[in-house]
Structures are given as C-alpha cells and as structure tokens.
C-alpha cells in the first residue's frame, strides 16, 4: 500500500491503537518517523520503541503509555504540515497546544524536535503536528 503522507498514516495508526486500548501498534520504518516516535518517547506518550524487521521490510513497535485507570496518555494528534499545504513558523510564531499541556512537532534545520525545544534553541521550522 502507498500513501502520499506516510506521517498523516503513522498518526491514524497510533491514534487508532490508543482508542482500541492496544499495547502496541507496528508502523512501517523510516528516519522521520523514527525522530518523531523518539520525540514522542522523550514527552512521555510512548513508553518504548523497538525495530522489528518482517522479511525485507522493517517497522517500528511503538509501545503505548496509558494511566493506572486504563486511559491512553497521547489522547489527540493532529497533522498540522501536509503534502499539499506546509506550514513552516518563525521562532516568535511557535504554538502552544492547550496552554502548555500539549506538545507541537516540529522538523527544523537541527532535526525533529518538540515545539518547546525549538523554542529554547531560537529557531523555527515546518510544524508536523499536535499531540495532546
């Protein structure tokens, strides 16, 4: 299967694994998605990251977080850049997801990284999505 936004598919994945309260969900293998589930393991929606290698093509299990009542951590992700409309923002111009209590992806010169490590560094980039 091809898809034209491999990132908007890996999100569906996860977002799909958390509402059906899966401890795991397997996405097919790249360097953009690896610094995204990195970030993702860094903010503390997903507890691990592993690559599983199925014949010639290779995945990464993405172990999901959820709270003692059983309730997925990572409750919403959203594409914000996509194939057809990127959205880059400056330094001054980086978002805060629900008052602070989300995170925004951002791809910048330095890599992948969280909108408030961005910030920190003073620089700005392509906004990949939300995650709250």
């Not at 890996?10 to 996405?27: C, G, L, P, Q, S």
């Not at 997801?97 to 620089?123: D, H, N, Y």
Request: aromatic fraction near 6%.
């Amino acid at each position: 299967m091809t898809t034209s936004d491999p990132l908007a598919d890996m999100f569906t994945r996860i977002r799909n694994a958390a509402t059906a309260r899966h401890e795991d969900v397997k996405i097919p293998s790249s360097k953009v998605k690896r610094a995204v589930a990195e970030v993702l393991q860094d903010e503390g929606f997903i507890r691990g990251i592993s690559e599983v290698e199925d014949g010639p093509r290779k995945y990464l299990r993405l172990d999901l977080t959820y709270s003692e009542d059983r309730r997925a951590v990572l409750s919403g992700i959203r594409r914000v850049s996509r194939p057809g409309l990127r959205v880059y923002v400056s330094k001054s111009e980086i978002p805060r997801v629900f008052g602070g209590l989300g995170i925004a992806i951002m791809s910048t010169s330095q890599g992948v990284m969280s909108g408030r490590e961005a910030w920190r560094r003073k620089i700005g980039g392509e906004l990949l999505c939300y995650v709250w």
